[in-house]
């Protein structure tokens, strides 16, 4: 929420605001749900696109002590802003890499045999056994060491586990945000098999979905990402995160459209009655989905000048979305007003709904030319 009036510039085209209240409150919403497993925070893609290093810090005030990014330079970008804070790597070791990992003690999640092996041998040539992860691949087939890579490792390669502290055995769930679906259990009992193969570590297995699938996935530690930031983690259920982002946009211009004209590029909205339509400093480039475009017969996604609701008309342009502000009062839907597009009563989930998509693509989509708030809720 808005709290300042003089700490938006004049110039603001767009305002996110990041409640770190709500923030906050996920995070131990999902710490108690996790039971006596740790809670770390999944903070990749600049958190989610709303600010790596103020969320970091956000959590970290809250007691979160271990945080999952993708790549080395947000590893070492938080590292710089928390020094104690125990940093995993998702992406796993590039090439040549490890040598860049040198003095931020940060943690690669290794997904290959030959990724072991490069660690394995930096330590060794470096003297230190370094702290690394294993990502077991139990059923994505996307990054992770296959069973046939756990059984060398468990045979003919286990000396590698000489030369590096194993600090984590980790997969990750594909289905978790479906509870029924057969793949969380077939996933939770390889894992287990795999995992048995290994030096005993602490295990990692659940994401956001994965902490409300109850305490067989939770083992040491849960990673919880879309659900800190109060997106849906399991589908055909009620959200019980809080909402943590807050989008409003500015009318930049109002103007009276008569019924049967037309609106926006492709003239696909024609207006069925007189209208008032206002144009709002807000676009694809910002964040807000082309797809969320609303043509003639087809109601868009509706935000919000105070209480009145105002539904989005035609098609979401780069830097501009027209409203239908008919049924507001002019003193309200004017030049330089806030539009609420997103919130509390428009949800990211119901605007990714829409849009056939998901709440991680809009979160990380939103632009950084908005103008952003990190604030304090007072509830």
């Avoid at 539904?311 to 507001?328: A, F, H, W």
Wanted: aromatic share 6%.
């Amino acid at each position: 929420m808005i709290r300042e009036a003089h700490a938006i510039p004049p110039d603001a085209r767009a305002v996110l605001t990041i409640d770190l209240s709500a923030l906050r409150a996920n995070w131990r919403a999902l710490n108690s749900a996790s039971g006596s497993a740790e809670c770390a925070g999944v903070i990749k893609a600049d958190a989610y696109g709303l600010g790596i290093e103020e969320l970091a810090r956000a959590l970290a005030a809250e007691g979160c002590r271990t945080f999952f990014v993708a790549t080395l330079t947000e590893a070492r970008t938080i590292r710089a802003a928390n020094p104690g804070a125990n940093i995993f790597v998702l992406d796993g070791l590039l090439p040549g890499a490890a040598p860049f990992y040198t003095g931020f003690d940060l943690c690669p999640c290794l997904s290959s045999l030959d990724e072991v092996r490069e660690w394995a041998a930096w330590c060794d040539a470096s003297g230190r056994r370094l702290r690394a992860a294993l990502h077991l691949d139990t059923g994505m087939h996307r990054l992770g060491l296959s069973r046939t890579e756990v059984e060398q490792l468990a045979g003919p390669d286990r000396g590698l586990f000489e030369k590096f502290d194993l600090a984590l055995v980790m997969s990750h769930l594909a289905c978790a945000d479906v509870p029924s679906h057969p793949m969380n259990r077939a996933q939770l009992e390889l894992f287990q098999a795999m995992r048995a193969r290994l030096p005993a570590a602490p295990a990692s297995l659940a994401n956001s979905g994965g902490v409300f699938l109850g305490p067989d996935y939770h083992f040491d530690l849960v990673r919880p990402g879309i659900a800190l930031y109060g997106g849906r983690a399991l589908e055909g259920r009620p959200n019980p995160m809080r909402w943590v982002v807050r989008l409003q946009a500015r009318i930049l211009q109002v103007r009276h459209v008569a019924a049967g004209e037309s609106i926006g590029y492709g003239a696909t909205f024609q207006a069925t009655r007189d209208s008032r339509v206002a144009t709002l400093a807000c676009g694809y480039a910002d964040g807000f989905l082309r797809a969320l475009s609303s043509p003639t017969g087809h109601p868009g996604p509706v935000g919000h000048i105070g209480t009145h609701p105002v539904p989005v008309v035609g098609r979401v342009s780069m830097d501009l979305i027209t409203v239908d502000v008919s049924d507001v009062p002019q003193r309200e839907a004017c030049r330089g007003a806030w539009v609420e597009v997103l919130g509390a009563r428009t949800t990211i989930d119901d605007l990714t709904d829409r849009a056939g998509t998901i709440g991680y693509e809009l979160l990380t989509r939103l632009g950084r030319r908005v103008h952003r708030v990190y604030a304090e809720s007072s509830s």
